[in-house]
């Protein structure tokens, strides 16, 4: 939008037009302007599906593998791609902006929210974000980098005060931000976090570096329910305040701005920036939205997920087991609980409600059918908290259909509405006008008899009965502020209950609503568990008549979610005591980590293959046959360095103390951590196994800058194996005699290159400038060491076999530098 316009259409409004414009008119929307033209923007959590503006199983979504199992394809077409399909779920949707993606770093692997962060190493996130946002907006919809700035684990996040140097604020965790400005996002998301003693929404990050030496000329969002005060954060750089109506903006910023403690002229910039916004995803009048794309047939976006699935999926381990030959196989064994119930996406705001999803097992028995026979056993408990009632186990008491009755009830408990619904977790349940209670209740017949445990979640005034006997009635009062554990997981009251198999009861639940405490209502149920000998000796019993096993293992929900942070890397029940058993009576052992960040593995040199799939998205099944069976290769590289022990791990911390967590670790996360203390993980970053073996021959530099000043590195590889292949060839670099400190090595670039067996590849990468460059704190500028710098290329940050170096000529490493082997 020219200057002038913009002007014209600010001009037009009064001070308290404008300030209205700052606070969102809905939980998801912002405020329309017809004086100016301007509709609502209508926003959406992500990054792996776009829900919309309602938390309602009913309305479905496309779900994408995790951000973890995106960065681990380091396949930045295919991340684009996958942004084009979030843009078109979001059109389909009306959603103008999507809060995606997640740019903060893993920097612990306790961190909760691992499964939604790309990756330990900033290049990295940066170049696998730009390629997301390249995506989205390339389809007419605002991508929103979130959580600006070190927002990196859940304990304590709403007030956490994060203390970290300056230095490592820019050369690593702002560093992914900057990529994203420079991909030309259209939205940045303020943390809720302090940095150095200042909230995010008043942090004086939001203008320098972020608008006034980056050029972002987007808006700055603030984290829901973040905004605290008025004034200090109207005058830094944040632009809108979300949710809305309410909050400090909409109650008190107009007579901060007509008392003169915030000056006009910042709340015009503001304004201008919603403009533009507006603008460009087809919100203003005159500036219509980018043409709909015709929607991908359903077939394309399976294919185009399934992908995905494979090209993050990990080869850990493989001593020759994988892929599995059909000619071999009569019986194949598939063991666990997240074979039938796998997990596709992570706890927490972003969750999406999928339409379909295929599990390990039918996705293997789909590709077997008719040549092998597939078996299953469950294995043991995994002790999960219960699960909501869903339709597998339970009917609508007033209709006989598979899933639950809601009614919306008044004071005096007269129905004011009842509709059939398909979970029991209802976060949003509907309000009419006099609602008073959420009442959910289900039909539930028992697989399995003994005691089973029952659980309602919310807050306030809370009961829960089966077949009319009380089992909890109480008032459970809020004692966070949290809007992910108010509004998405609120904590739930348990009770048990002795059921007979096959008799069916009537659960009911009711919650009494009440201000500031949600609506969220979740009625839950969960067996008894088996004991963990018995079920461990009926997979046993299976997998020892099998010509193969395949182990599936992994997290749950309750070990990986936004709103805490993790306490072990174990894997939860006796999912080890499993894969130790399965693999000591089956010589063909596969095993499956189903899991959004890293887990110990303790029997990992026992099996005969280890495949990491993350957390994969609605498609898990079908691609991981896929994978089992030859018919692709798996992809994926790790994105995060995975410790053998959580003992071994150099940066772990995720606890403040007193309110502050100091990164004390400065520029060294992530592998460079690993490296500077020494020690060994058991898989170091950008590892990863395909289906056929590489030769790295040669290496060599280029003499002549690059345009930005910086230098092209080219390596051979050989294909030696006997199958074609992708390999990602990973350029880092080193200092050993810098004057200033650095880390150990750091990635500066990556290609990927394919070739047929005996064949070569040329992969071709090209370092910028800034990877030579280091942060002057005193000069508050980017900055140039004169002398040779070191080339390592290889495979992962502890696999380089091979070795170059580059020489910096003149003094200042400016971009007129030139570099020569």
């Not at 349940?429 to 017949?445: F, K, N, R, Y």
């Not at 949600?518 to 008894?528: C, D, M, S």
Request: glycine share 12%; net charge negative.
């Amino acid at each position: 939008m020219a200057d002038e316009e913009s002007d014209r259409l600010v001009d037009k409004l009064g001070p308290g037009q404008k300030v209205r414009l700052l606070t969102g008119g809905t939980t998801w929307r912002t405020r329309a302007e017809p004086a100016v033209g301007l509709g609502e923007v209508v926003t959406s959590d992500g990054p792996a599906g776009v829900r919309g503006e309602a938390w309602d199983e009913r309305v479905t979504s496309v779900l994408l593998p995790s951000s973890s199992a995106l960065a681990a394809s380091w396949d930045e077409q295919l991340v684009a791609e996958l942004g084009g399909l979030l843009a078109d779920e979001a059109r389909r949707k009306g959603v103008h902006v999507v809060l995606a993606p997640n740019l903060n770093l893993h920097r612990s692997p306790l961190a909760g929210r691992h499964f939604e962060c790309f990756s330990e190493d900033p290049w990295l996130v940066g170049r696998i974000g730009a390629a997301l946002i390249r995506g989205l907006q390339g389809g007419g919809v605002a991508a929103t980098a979130k959580h600006l700035v070190a927002n990196d684990s859940e304990t304590g996040r709403l007030t956490v005060d994060v203390r970290v140097d300056e230095r490592t604020l820019r050369e690593v965790f702002l560093a992914p931000f900057e990529a994203a400005v420079d991909a030309g996002v259209w939205a940045v998301m303020a943390g809720y976090n302090r940095v150095n003693g200042t909230t995010m929404s008043a942090s004086s990050l939001l203008a320098r570096p972020l608008k006034d030496e980056w050029g972002f000329d987007g808006v700055v969002i603030s984290d829901w329910g973040a905004l605290r005060t008025a004034v200090d954060t109207a005058n830094a750089a944040l632009d809108l305040a979300m949710p809305g109506p309410g909050g400090p903006w909409d109650d008190l910023l107009a007579d901060a701005v007509a008392a003169g403690h915030v000056p006009e002229a910042a709340i015009d910039d503001k304004v201008r920036r919603l403009l533009l916004l507006a603008r460009r995803v087809g919100a203003l009048d005159g500036f219509p939205a980018l043409p709909r794309r015709t929607p991908p047939h359903p077939t394309r976006t399976r294919q185009l997920l399934r992908r995905a699935v494979t090209a993050g999926a990990v080869l850990l381990e493989n001593d020759g087991v994988l892929p599995l030959r059909e000619d071999d196989l009569s019986t194949v064994a598939v063991i666990g609980a997240h074979a039938v119930a796998p997990r596709v996406q992570g706890g927490g705001s972003a969750g999406v409600f999928p339409e379909r999803v295929v599990p390990p097992l039918d996705g293997i028995r789909e590709r077997l059918r008719g040549r092998a026979r597939v078996v299953h056993a469950a294995g043991p408990d995994l002790g999960a908290p219960p699960a909501p009632l869903s339709p597998r186990n339970c009917a609508d008491p007033r209709s006989g259909a598979p899933g639950v009755l809601l009614r919306m009830l008044d004071a005096e408990g007269n129905e004011l509405y009842g509709e059939h619904r398909r979970s029991g977790r209802l976060l949003e349940p509907e309000l009419t006008d006099g609602a008073h209670t959420v009442e959910i209740s289900a039909l539930l017949t028992p697989e399995r008899g003994g005691q089973w445990a029952f659980s309602v979640g919310g807050f306030g005034r809370m009961s829960l009965t089966v077949d009319g006997h009380p089992l909890i009635d109480g008032t459970f009062p809020r004692r966070t502020d949290d809007p992910a554990v108010v509004h998405v997981n609120p904590p739930g009251a348990t009770a048990h209950h002795l059921l007979t198999e096959g008799t069916p009861v009537l659960v009911v639940a009711r919650r009494e609503l009440a201000p500031d405490t949600g609506r969220a209502t979740v009625l839950t149920a969960a067996p008894p568990a088996l004991p963990a000998d018995a079920a461990i000796a009926e997979a046993v019993a299976v997998a020892r008549e099998a010509d193969a096993a395949v182990v599936v293992v992994g997290t749950t929900d309750g070990s990986e979610s936004e709103g805490h942070d993790r306490t072990t890397l174990a894997l939860p029940g006796h999912q080890d005591d499993l894969v130790r058993a399965v693999a000591a009576v089956n010589s063909r052992t596969v095993v499956v980590v189903n899991s959004g960040g890293p887990v110990e593995l303790p029997w990992r040199d026992a099996v005969d293959a280890v495949l990491l799939t993350w957390l994969p998205g609605q498609e898990a099944g079908g691609a991981l046959a896929g994978i089992l069976f030859g018919d692709t290769e798996p992809g994926g590289r790790l994105p995060t360095t995975w410790a053998a022990r959580l003992d071994d791990a150099p940066v772990t911390t995720t606890r403040p103390v007193d309110g502050v967590l100091t990164y004390d670790e400065g520029l060294h996360v992530g592998h460079r951590a690993w490296l500077r203390t020494g020690r060994t993980p058991a898989y170091w970053f950008g590892h990863g196994l395909g289906y056929t073996t590489w030769r790295y021959e040669s290496v060599a530099v280029s003499e002549v800058a690059a345009q930005d000043g910086g230098f092209t590195v080219s390596a051979q590889v050989r294909n030696t194996g006997g199958r074609s292949g992708r390999e990602v060839v990973q350029v880092y670099l080193s200092r050993p005699d810098s004057d200033v400190e650095r880390p150990v090595r750091w990635l500066a670039g990556y290609a990927a290159v394919h070739a047929a067996p005996g064949e070569t590849a040329r992969a071709t990468v090209t370092v910028p400038l800034r990877a030579l460059r280091h942060w002057n704190v005193q000069e508050r500028a980017w900055a140039g060491e004169p002398g040779r710098f070191l080339v390592h290329v290889g495979r992962s940050a502890g696999d380089l076999p091979l070795t170059a170096h580059v020489q910096v000529r003149d003094g200042a490493g400016d971009k007129r530098a030139l570099y020569a082997r």
